[in-house]
């Protein structure tokens, strides 16, 4: 790969030019918030966008269906960190050198890059986590891989990787990220489960949702008590005793529940 790399034809270079020459003509603030947003910006951008969605899952649906995307979200993170460990002995063995190594006209922005290039760990995590958040809900999801696709853009813009490095990264992060989602589910399911019916319950299920859900047992004749809104909403131990990933998914925005 790295000899390919080498050829001016080859269009993985050529767009590397292309890009990452954006940069001699563009002003040189530019320059520098595309290199904040490439190492801090997008990587805080994601972090904003799984608590954002952590908000909206957890007054949405049944206690099943925060139960079921809480589980997601905390899978989309792990899914991040096991991506990035399967790009360790990818590395190794394509053993690329990044592009500044064989062509000395980049404009490189960042330095301290001196490991191999392929694949990029950065698109791999951002990937990973947008993936992830898809399987959770579609429209914090879209907005993750929007902001992986950034993010590997800059990675060229800045000169520490070729296009192709981009996109393995991406591969990468989305194939870890689905294919070991059933396998995550199983086991963190249960955990959410548990967190739900315990004094943390909150973080599964807000008191507000706990509270209309009270509301529509009390028109129903029934009647919930106790200050604790996911205690309210009735006995959670039964509700999510046998949670699965092949629950029925009632909305359309919430693809865990």
Known sequence: MAVLALDGSNPDVSLLYDINGLAHSAPSWFDRAVEFLGQYGIT???VVTVLACWLAVRRRGSVRDSV???????WAPLAAGAALLVNVPVR???ARPRPSVDHKDL???VSGHHGFAFVSSQATLAMAIGVGLFVVHRTY????IGLAV???FTQVYVGVHYPTDVIGGFALGTAVALLLTPVAMALLTPLASALAASRA???VRSRRSGALETAGTADGGEEGDGEDGLREAGPLPADTRELGVGDPRPDDTNLAA
């Open 44 to 46: 805080l951008a994601l």
């Open 68 to 74: 079921s995307a809480v589980a997601g979200l905390i």
């Open 92 to 94: 190794r063995f394509v």
């Open 107 to 109: 404009d490189v922005l």
């Open 141 to 144: 999801g879209l907005a993750a």
């Open 150 to 152: 950034v993010e590997g």
């Open 201 to 203: 319950g909150r973080l």
